[in-house]
């Protein structure tokens, strides 16, 4: 249920959990920051533009809830 993922674009590797063991969970929570995300984050809740290149964009839990937790940064694309 774990994977070894490697970043797109530094290459550094780091372990993940699988989409399906994500999208069974009972609560999933996003804590995003930063203004280098807004425009990101806007294409994921409209879903616009290249939104389902964006792993977060396949978040979809099956029976549990999702919170997106986000700075004034990072909300400036939706507010």
Excluded: M
Aim: proline share 4%; net charge positive; with cysteine.
């Amino acid at each position: 249920y774990c994977e070894v993922a490697r970043h797109p674009f530094t290459g550094q590797q780091r372990i993940t959990l699988t989409g399906k063991v994500i999208n069974n969970a009972a609560r999933i929570a996003f804590l995003v920051t930063g203004v280098g995300k807004g425009e990101k984050v806007q294409d994921i809740l409209q879903q616009k533009g290249d939104f389902k290149t964006y792993p977060a964009s396949r978040v979809a839990p099956r029976s549990g809830e999702l919170y997106w937790y986000l700075d004034q940064e990072a909300a400036s694309g939706i507010i």
